[in-house]
């Protein structure tokens, strides 16, 4: 099973808004509502911000939101922040091995 | 407060053993899908293994037959046992609770993390 397919990175204005795309195939995200969204800064553990495609955790902005189409999976980012600056990961659960995917991850730039 | 801590984690010879422990509080290892997630330096991160609640468990294949997980119901603790450990398992490992909602639970998003605890594997 290979990993999840990432732009390695995305940049935004503050106030803007981005979307990072995540590509699997039918055996992962086409054939499962299983694909979460993680956000890491430097030197911490990941954080949840969306799960099962679109459920964002209790506390989690409303500026981040989740979508699927087909293979792809999308987070997008609303009215950018400072501290949105950081890597995030998808993930999505698979039919085979690893029972989990993760993607190669996304560096977001705020300009 | 629902948190897990990992520890066990340093620097061990190729072919050698680790043990890594995740000490959970505010919730039960046994009444939730737990985890194990690692991050080698600079990379991005790879699930390693599950256990469930009814006990079954799945791992990767990069570490089947190598590492086992169980988890320690009287100290609410998560155990990974890794052995033939390779180079390449150089990582932080962190420990993860599935997400869980007052109403249902989500086993394949991964809600709590610890800080990690690093491995290094290395002659």
């Known amino acids: 099973q290979s990993a999840l397919t990432q732009p390695a990175a995305v940049s935004g204005s503050p106030g803007l808004s981005i979307t990072i795309s995540c590509t699997g195939t039918?055996?992962?995200?086409?054939?499962?509502?299983?694909v979460s969204w993680y956000q890491q800064h430097p030197g911490e553990a990941p954080k949840l911000m969306i799960f099962?495609?679109?459920n964002r955790p209790s506390g989690v902005s409303d500026r981040f939101s989740g979508s699927k189409s087909g293979n792809t999976a999308s987070l997008t980012i609303s009215g950018l922040q400072a501290e949105d600056e950081a890597d995030y990961y998808c993930?999505?659960?698979?039919?085979?091995?690893?029972?989990?995917?993760f993607g190669g991850g996304t560096k977001l730039t705020v300009l | 407060e629902v948190q897990v801590v990992e520890s066990g984690g340093r620097l061990v010879q190729p072919g050698g053993s680790l043990r890594l422990s995740c000490a959970a509080s505010?919730?039960?290892?046994?009444?939730?899908?737990m985890n194990w997630v690692r991050q080698a330096p600079g990379k991005g991160l790879e699930w390693v293994s599950v256990?469930?609640?009814?006990?079954?468990?799945n791992y990767a294949d990069s570490v089947k037959g190598r590492f086992t997980i169980s988890r320690d119901n009287s100290n609410n603790t998560l155990i990974l046992q890794m052995n033939s450990l390779r180079v390449e398992d150089t990582a932080v490992y962190y420990c993860?609770?599935?997400?869980?909602?007052?109403?249902?639970?989500?086993?394949?998003?991964?809600?709590?993390w610890g800080q990690g605890t690093m491995v290094t594997v290395s002659s």
């Open positions: 505010g919730f039960s290892v046994s009444y939730n899908y």
């Open positions: 993860v609770k599935a997400y869980c909602s007052t109403s249902s639970c989500s086993p394949h998003a991964f809600a709590i």
């Open positions: 099962d495609v679109s």
């Open positions: 993930s999505s659960f698979t039919s085979g091995n690893p029972l989990v995917v």
């Open positions: 256990m469930f609640s009814g006990g079954s468990t």
């Open positions: 039918t055996s992962d995200i086409g054939g499962y509502n299983y």
